[in-house]
Every structure is written in C-alpha cells, then in structure tokens.
C-alpha cells in the first residue's frame, strides 16, 4: 500500500510563493507518474500538473508560468513551486501517483493553500 503525505500548505497573501510537497512510501515512486490535482470549495477538483517518469512536464492554462512541477526519485518526493500566487489559487491540493502501465491510482489527504487578496 502506497501513501502520500503532503506538507507546505498554508495562508500567503496574494502574489506571494508557495511550495508543496508530496512524500511516497514504498518502492514505485521513481515508476510513476505524478499529480497535483486542487478543489476549490463547491468546485470539482481539477487537474493542476503532471510530471512523468522522464520528467515530462504539463499544466492547467490557468497556473502556466506560475506554478513549476518537480520530483527528486533519490526522495520519493515530488514538488510544486508556486509563484505569484492568486485568491483563485486558493484550494485543497491533492498529490496524485500512478505507476506506469496500469489502472491503479492512490491519492494523499490534501493540503489547504488559502491566498489572500
């Protein structure tokens, strides 16, 4: 059984930075594909960014060139920097892990960034 604990959440005011993290347990992390995903209170939760296996990268067009998706294997840990940050950015955010090659998916407990404006 896979678990992911996330940290770095917290309160920042607008246009301030951010960074999360997301440590796995067990051995699949430097085989998987990782997420951030957040939801937004009464919003579905959405897909933030993704970084494969060979550090391929993508984001939403809503944090583009504000938010970078990072993973260190060596630390079963995967990253997101977020800069210049908006009230809209304010969200649970959900760490998000899929092995390669199958259907099996875990998710972490989610860490609250609130922004002020």
């Known amino acids: 059984q896979v678990q992911l604990v996330e940290s770095g959440g917290g309160l920042v005011q607008a246009g301030g930075s951010l960074r999360l993290s997301c440590a796995a347990s067990g051995n699949i992390f430097k085989s998987s594909a990782m997420c951030w995903y957040r939801q937004a209170p009464g919003q579905q939760r959405e897909l933030v960014a993704t970084i494969t296996t060979g550090d391929s990268t993508n984001y939403a067009d809503s944090v583009k060139g504000r938010f970078t998706i990072s993973r260190d294997n060596a630390k079963n840990t995967v990253y997101l920097q977020m800069n210049s940050l908006k009230s809209e950015d304010t969200a649970v955010y959900y760490c998000?892990?899929?092995?390669?090659?199958?259907?099996?998916?875990?998710w972490g407990q989610g860490t609250q960034v609130t922004v002020s404006s």
């Open positions: 998000y892990l899929n092995p390669d090659i199958t259907t099996v998916y875990y």
